[in-house]
């Protein structure tokens, strides 16, 4: 499985203001007046496998302010849990422990909210 490396976010799980539930593209999310900002912010996230079976969602500083830790010039950790690989499967540490992150056609689906594809 080649997980190692920086993943983008392709598409959200979005729920808009009439709490609607749909997937949107980035573009989609950020140019759609009725996503709250929050998730749009969050659409801006990166995600970092290392080898060690750490996963780290980076922030954009600009959009962090003084949260977080320092990551390098464009990023601040967010925040971090754990991934590794199980019977042919990805798993991602959630909120209520280990949970699949299925494949899509071009990358992965974590927490049944993001899609995303390496960088």
Not at 23 to 34: F, G, S, Y
Not at 67 to 79: L, N, Q, S, T
Request: glycine residues 8%; negative net charge.
């Amino acid at each position: 499985m080649d997980i190692l490396g920086m993943w983008k976010i392709a598409e959200v799980n979005a729920i808009d203001m009439n709490f609607k539930q749909t997937w949107k593209t980035v573009e989609e999310l950020t140019a759609d007046e009725n996503i709250p900002p929050m998730q749009k912010q969050m659409a801006q996230s990166v995600y970092l496998f290392e080898a060690d079976g750490t996963l780290k969602q980076l922030m954009p500083k600009e959009l962090a302010g003084s949260e977080g830790e320092p990551y390098d010039d464009k990023y601040v950790v967010g925040h971090v849990c754990g991934w590794k690989e199980e019977d042919g499967k990805l798993m991602v540490e959630g909120e209520d422990g280990w949970e699949e992150a299925p494949a899509t056609a071009d990358g992965f689906e974590v927490f049944s909210f993001f899609r995303i594809v390496k960088v």
